[in-house]
């Protein structure tokens, strides 16, 4: 028995903009092949009158208000249609999307993100939320863009979607340490050479300039990532004494080579 696909329903006033970005790349490919669907659903279109989805908020507050109604009739749509759905919602001050969001979202069945727009949505639509997401500390005009995050970085993780997966393992925030520098053709470029490592087929030692360059790109661009010494290896503590001291993966060869040596 085949696997059901993994669905996103976005509640949205702007489905147009859901349905184009999903139209292409992984998304577009993963949907292709059945493995994950997204269905945009129009927030008018649940409404008695579609002009009539949002309003002003009590209190003479400035702005306006997305309604309830809709987003009730949606969750019941898609509760008595499939489930009930894990639901999200995207706010400015919810928790932060990480790799650790897209993992846990693929293991959901059917998920349900709620866009916000102008002054927000009715607080009463929080009642029956599971997750409260954020890109960061900033305002967007709305909430379409982070649900295509959302989506965009579950639907990568979904078994099948990609045609090479030992690439998830590489990418950046799936260690502990961020990803390496890639090169392709040609070998040199305005004076710019890819790496000799790279070219020299010893892949062993391939592997060791990776490392290095992983844990020399997280100390300079990210070094709150930098795990405590306690939960690193011999080698990685090394690497990162020699990172800390400026040097180069030449350097570093150049002054370990029986060290290399028992490397398996």
Not at 22 to 32: D, E, P, R, W
């Amino acid at each position: 028995m085949s696997k059901r696909p993994l669905r996103f329903f976005v509640a949205t006033i702007f489905p147009q903009i859901i349905d184009c970005y999903t139209s292409y790349g992984i998304v577009g490919q993963a949907i292709k092949k059945g493995v994950v669907e997204v269905h945009p659903l129009d927030l008018r279109k649940f409404c008695d009158n579609p002009r009539e989805v949002d309003d002003t908020p009590y209190g003479g507050f400035p702005g306006m208000v997305l309604k309830p109604q809709p987003f009730f009739r949606i969750y019941d749509h898609i509760k008595t249609s499939y489930g009930k759905p894990f639901v999200v919602i995207t706010e400015p001050w919810g928790e932060r999307i990480t790799q650790k969001t897209f993992r846990e979202l693929k293991e959901k069945d059917n998920i349900l993100i709620l866009c916000g727009r102008y002054e927000g949505v009715d607080e009463r639509v929080k009642t029956w939320i599971d997750k409260e997401l954020s890109l960061g500390d900033f305002i967007l005009s709305g909430g379409e863009l982070p649900a295509l995050v959302l989506i965009d970085g579950t639907t990568r993780l979904v078994e099948g979607v990609l045609s090479e997966p030992q690439s998830l393992e590489e990418d950046s925030f799936s260690q502990r340490w961020l990803g390496y520098p890639v090169y392709t053709r040609p070998r040199e470029f305005k004076g710019l050479k890819v790496p000799e490592v790279l070219l020299s087929g010893n892949h062993k030692l391939v592997e060791l300039w990776k490392l290095y360059k992983r844990i020399e790109q997280t100390f300079k661009k990210r070094p709150d990532l930098v795990p405590p010494q306690g939960e690193l290896s011999p080698l990685e503590k090394l690497i990162l004494e020699y990172v800390k001291k400026g040097k180069t993966f030449e350097e570093f060869i150049e002054e370990n080579k029986k060290l290399l040596r028992r490397l398996p």
